[in-house]
């Protein structure tokens, strides 16, 4: 099975920053990773799949890049809306979700 | 508009059953790949199973493997999960998710629905 790990699990920032976030397949996947934005009682919504296409109405702020086992997402412009937990899943084989990075305020 | 509407959770004794049914509208249902995905309070995403939008395949996760069945109806266009020998470890939001292909990232999610397992 393809394990994903995030770091940081907990990123403080403020209004503004530029912040990125890493993902890291255990294996190989390609460019076959998703991001995704959780607010707290809320479903996921996906920003970013095939590693850096932005979905349908997600702002240009949102960025992902990487492929094979490493992968970040960068958002250019910290907005009061982004804090949120963000997951990365691949979905090279089956489909699995890193544990998440939440962005909290600084 | 492109809809998910989960139903069925509640609480249920350790050993029970329960089916989870997850309407969609707004898309051909039959079309799609469509996947359940849960997380248990103050934890990640887990994902759960997938079906192919022709219901010939379907695929599980080792933890519910053996007492987890997805399906889907195609003439109600909806997605059900049936869950057996539940365990306390199964409780968690559980959320239906539409993906454009089989393999694919989950562009559609539902609101979830909650599932909990005590006695």
């Known amino acids: 099975d393809i394990q994903m790990t995030q770091s940081p699990s907990t990123l403080s920032a403020s209004v503004g920053d530029r912040v990125t976030m890493t993902c890291r397949a255990s294996q190989s996947i390609s460019s076959w990773l998703a991001w995704y934005q959780q607010k707290p009682g809320k479903a996921p919504k996906l920003l970013i799949y095939k590693a850096s296409s932005l979905e349908s109405g997600v702002p240009s702020r949102f960025s992902g890049s990487g492929s094979g086992t490493e992968f970040t997402l960068t958002i250019s412009s910290l907005q009061p809306g982004d804090f949120a937990t963000y997951y990365c899943q691949q979905y090279n084989s089956g489909w699995t979700f890193g544990q998440g990075t939440k962005v909290e305020i600084k | 508009e492109v809809q998910l509407l989960e139903s069925g959770g509640g609480l249920v004794q350790p050993g029970g059953s329960l089916r989870l049914s997850c309407a969609a509208s707004?898309?051909?249902?039959?079309?799609?790949?469509m996947s359940w995905v849960r997380q248990a309070p103050g934890k990640g995403l887990e994902w759960v199973s997938t079906i192919s939008g022709s219901g010939d395949n379907t695929f599980y996760a080792d933890s519910v493997k053996g007492r987890f069945t997805i399906s889907g109806d195609n003439s109600k266009n909806t997605l059900y999960l049936q869950m057996n020998s539940l365990s306390a470890e199964d409780t968690a939001v559980y959320y239906c998710?539409?993906?454009?292909?089989?393999?694919?990232?989950?562009?559609?999610w539902g609101q979830g629905t909650m599932v909990t397992v005590s006695s």
């Open positions: 998710a539409k993906s454009q292909q089989l393999f694919y990232a989950f562009d559609i």
């Open positions: 707004g898309f051909t249902f039959s079309s799609y790949g």
